[in-house]
């Protein structure tokens, strides 16, 4: 794997050149999840999401652990406007790693959407004491 040509890439913001040299490396390299990964963040960097998505797809099948290509998966369902596909991804990645901030904040986003600002039936009694005025029986 030519590191150096990756790293020059991300620093110079070189995308195309990036995605060039990632396609021939996943050719030359099927089963790395990390290339995978990296050439769909090339895509995404481009707004192409279409294209990001099954580098995504396949990073994840080939590592499932790899919780930032699952993050970014679901950021490209989202901007696809599959929401729902999203948020599946987001919550399956989360029983992975329940600490990890980026996907967190990702499922709070989608949350609100999947369920169209509805909420859950204890959430909706929160606070309803400060409104309801409980006189005592006589």
């Not at 390299?29 to 099954?54: D, I, S, V, W």
């Not at 970014?72 to 369902?77: E, F, S, V």
């Amino acid at each position: 794997m030519d590191q150096a040509a990756i790293a020059h890439i991300f620093t110079t913001g070189k995308w195309e050149e990036g995605i060039l040299l990632l396609s021939e490396m996943v050719q030359k390299f099927p089963t790395n999840a990390k290339l995978h990964a990296t050439l769909g963040q090339c895509h995404l960097n481009l707004h192409r999401y279409r294209e990001a998505l099954p580098c995504f797809q396949r990073a994840c099948a080939l590592d499932p652990n790899l919780i930032e290509a699952g993050a970014r998966l679901a950021i490209c369902y989202e901007q696809l406007g599959k929401t729902e596909e999203a948020f599946r991804v987001t919550q399956e990645f989360l029983k992975r790693d329940p600490n990890h901030n980026y996907l967190r904040g990702i499922e709070e986003r989608l949350k609100f959407r999947v369920t169209g600002g509805r909420k859950e039936e204890w959430e909706q009694t929160r606070g309803l004491d400060r409104h309801i005025e409980i006189t005592p029986h006589e």
